[in-house]
T-cell receptor, first 114, second 114 residues
Framework: KAGVTQTPRYLIKTRGQQVTLSCSPISGHRSVSWYQQTPGQGLQFLFEYFSETQRNKGNFPGRFSGRQFSNSRSEMNVSTLELGDSALYLC?????????????FGEGSRLTVL | GNSVTQMEGPVTLSEEAFLTINCTYTATGYPSLFWYVQYPGEGLQLLLKATKADDKGSNKGFEATYRKETTSFHLEKGSVQVSDSAVYFCALSAPTSGTYKYIFGTGTRLKVLA
């Protein structure tokens, strides 16, 4: 069974550019969440999608956006990149959005903003 | 709001030493509690979980007990190995606006020396 796949794994951008990251969840999983991981802040929740609808959103500026497609694949976009956006962006999928459910994480997309 | 606090690292131990990583939480209602582990270059993976008070989660020699009276979920292992070197995240999942939301601690890096 294939795991969660994130692309690209590494990317370098400059300030002011925009970036799109992709996440393919485990087959059959309908819930996809995104997290930003930085050394100082740990994992910060960005948003969660379930059946193409955003169900939860973290405390990030509007430059961060996402969407989910009918096949459950998800993308997140960051516009007008800032140096502080450099981080590992992790995607996690789960079968359904429940409080006892396990999250399955991808290996992440490491973004460096110069 | 809900939160998770875990001890700061890094924690450095010799092989076969006893491990404790403290984790306390603040939450309304009855959250589920989790420990995730992140090995170098990988995403997070579930280590163990507990879904109600007094439950003990265990896996690969690691244990944690859900203590509602002290709002704690400390991770323990009797004899660590070099292969346990990783970053450990405590997390809770609690109801939020009709769905459930995961909150992660900042992570504790464990280094085990041979």
């Amino acid at each position: 069974k294939a795991g969660v796949t994130q692309t690209p794994r590494y990317l370098i951008k400059t300030r002011g550019q925009q970036v799109t990251l992709s996440c393919s969840p485990i087959s059959g999983h309908r819930s996809v969440s995104w997290y930003q991981q930085t050394p100082g802040q740990g994992l910060q929740f960005l948003f969660e999608y379930f059946s193409e609808t955003q169900r939860n959103k973290g405390n990030f500026p509007g430059r961060f956006s996402g969407r989910q497609f009918s096949n459950s694949r998800s993308e997140m976009n960051v516009s007008t990149l800032e140096l502080g956006d450099s981080a590992l962006y992790l995607c996690a999928s789960s079968l359904v959005a429940t409080n006892t459910g396990e999250l399955f994480f991808g290996e992440g997309s490491r973004l460096t903003v110069l | 709001g809900n939160s998770v606090t875990q001890m700061e690292g890094p924690v450095t131990l010799s092989e076969e030493a006893f491990l404790t990583i403290n984790c306390t939480y603040t939450a309304t209602g009855y959250p589920s509690l989790f420990w995730y582990v992140q090995y170098p270059g990988e995403g997070l993976q579930l280590l163990l979980k507990a879904t109600k008070a007094d439950d003990k989660g265990s896996n690969k020699g690691f244990e944690a007990t859900y203590r509602k009276e002290t709002t704690s979920f400390h991770l323990e292992k009797g004899s660590v190995q070099v292969s346990d070197s990783a970053v450990y995240f405590c997390a809770l999942s609690a109801p939020t606006s009709g769905t459930y939301k995961y909150i992660f601690g900042t992570g504790t890096r464990l280094k085990v020396l041979a």
